[in-house]
């Protein structure tokens, strides 16, 4: 089945200590987003590409980093890690037509990042 | 700007009652306006979406939702719960990037729905 794979599925990593996450798509969609959802909260928009095109949203810290290397995948990148940035992060994909604002989003299992 | 509002933290009801999940929209624009569902530790699933096709939505899992613009509502509703909907609901409205190319979600805070036995 076509779907949106996060891995890992849960990941620690050490305050400060460079981390990466993953996630793949079998959709073939352009735009691919990440967010951000810590506990009892919505989930919160860090940055999304359309195509190669990436796009941050303004209060994302520099701390937060992407990339993506072609269509299927996209990587989070969070360089320093403090202890607030432990949440849940959940990689989405949607169909990129420009004006379309009909199309939802594909959500991946999310990666749950916790920072010690 | 858009913006979604759910009334309602905790809803909690007994087996075979009726759910209402409550979400009052903000949009300067005609909304595009979505309901997702999430079990613990794992990611959203999409229940159902409103396009401006028909104003009362059929979803998965017996779930629909009715679009009021007098109200500007988006109320997800289930005749009858079962105890597989234990899960927490979000609404959300699509956004339009700056420059208008594509939407994007704005989620709102989230409604826990707990279904006793």
């Known amino acids: 089945d076509a779907m949106v794979i996060q891995n890992p599925r849960y990941q620690v990593t050490q305050f400060g200590k460079p981390v990466t996450l993953s996630c793949s798509q079998t959709l073939n969609h352009n735009v691919m987003y990440w967010y951000q959802q810590k506990s009892s909260q919505a989930p919160k928009l860090l940055f999304h590409y359309y195509d190669k095109d990436f796009n941050n949203e303004a209060d994302t810290p520099d701390n937060f980093q992407s990339r993506r290397p072609n269509t299927s995948f996209c990587f989070l990148d969070i360089r320093s890690p403090g202890l607030g940035d432990a949440a849940m992060y959940l990689c989405?994909?949607?169909?990129?037509?420009?004006?379309?604002?009909?199309?939802?989003?594909?959500f991946g299992q999310g990666t749950r990042l916790t920072v010690v | 700007a858009q913006s979604v509002t759910q009334l309602g933290s905790h809803v909690s009801v007994s087996e075979g009652a009726l759910v209402l999940l409550r979400c009052n929209y903000s949009?300067?624009?005609?909304?595009?306006l979505f309901w997702y569902v999430q079990y613990p530790n794992q990611g959203l699933q999409l229940l159902l979406k409103?396009?401006?096709?028909?104003?009362l939505v059929k979803g998965i899992n017996g779930f629909e939702a009715e679009f009021k613009k007098s109200e500007t509502s988006f109320h997800l509703t289930k005749p009858s719960a079962h105890m597989s909907d234990a899960a927490e609901y979000f609404c959300?409205?699509?956004?339009?990037?700056?420059?208008?190319?594509?939407?994007?979600?704005?989620f709102g805070k989230g409604t826990k729905l707990s279904v006793k036995p």
């Open positions: 989405a994909t949607s169909s990129g037509n420009p004006g379309q604002m009909n199309t939802e989003a594909f």
């Open positions: 949009s300067s624009v005609p909304p595009y």
């Open positions: 409103y396009t401006s096709a028909a104003t």
């Open positions: 959300a409205v699509s956004r339009r990037f700056y420059g208008g190319s594509q939407g994007n979600l704005i």
